[in-house]
């Protein structure tokens, strides 16, 4: 082969992969984003989290309110440090315990720890280990 073929081959060798990886970071929305690609605002996130436990958890309009006040809140206070950011979950969590019937705590539970297990699966196929250990058993 000669030298310029190689030299062909290898220049369009790189450019495919170099648009291959500007396309993959193109298709990663970022957290918190519209279809359209516009960042939600803090007020958005609470009425997009407030209608989903509505909807699954069955709230009453009174609940409602007091649930999108309460994630209100700590969706307007979600920069800082990491600390910070615990002790807000954690102080919103008991909020909403308070607010909701124990059925709906139980359902509430429930969904929390579907959703973290669907978190550390997605982390592990990320670093590339395939799925938790407990999806292989299923």
Known sequence: MKINQKVSILALSFCLLLAGNIHAQEAKPEGHQMENGSK???E????????????????NDQQAS???????????NR??????????????????GS??????QKQYDEMQEKRKAEMKARMQERKGKGPAPEENSK
């Open 40 to 42: 939600l605002t803090p």
């Open 44 to 59: 958005q996130r609470a009425d997009k989290r407030t209608q989903l436990l509505k909807d699954k958890l069955k709230l």
């Open 66 to 76: 007091q649930v999108k006040s309460a994630i209100l809140e700590f969706e307007q």
């Open 79 to 96: 920069s800082g440090a990491r600390d910070e950011m615990r002790k807000n979950h954690e102080s919103l969590e008991v909020t909403l």
């Open 99 to 104: 607010i909701f019937t124990p059925e709906q």
